[in-house]
């Protein structure tokens, strides 16, 4: 018997557990700041929020208090070989993200209007 999970890549299943409440930020459009420059914020991408449960999975690795999970959008030309915060098997960089899932630090998340 087959897991119906077994054939769906992570960054597609669900971002947060059966008959949880969706949290206020789900689906809002945000700005990736450089999680390496603390001088500026320097915008790498635009992005929306996927879940900030501290105890749901992106590639199979729990984002904990300090991340939030986004789904990578667009990333800026300059960006495309920056290293992503937490590296997953699909990405390293995050051009490699686009259209998947990624954790970024919540203190590098701005939100858009």
Aim: charge should be negative; charged fraction near 25%; hydrophobic fraction near 35%.
């Amino acid at each position: 018997m087959i897991n119906a999970h077994a054939t769906t890549s992570q960054s597609q299943q669900s971002s947060r557990p059966i008959n949880a409440p969706s949290n206020d930020l789900e689906n809002r459009r945000c700005a990736l700041l450089n999680w390496n420059n603390y001088e500026e914020d320097e915008v790498v991408a635009e992005e929306r929020i996927s879940s900030t449960n501290p105890s749901t999975k992106v590639h199979c690795v729990p984002l904990g208090r300090d991340c939030w999970k986004v789904w990578v959008d667009v990333v800026f030309d300059k960006y495309q070989t920056m290293e992503v915060y937490r590296a997953t098997m699909d990405a390293k960089q995050l051009g490699e993200a686009v259209g998947s899932t990624l954790a970024w630090p919540k203190s590098s998340i701005k939100m858009l209007p």
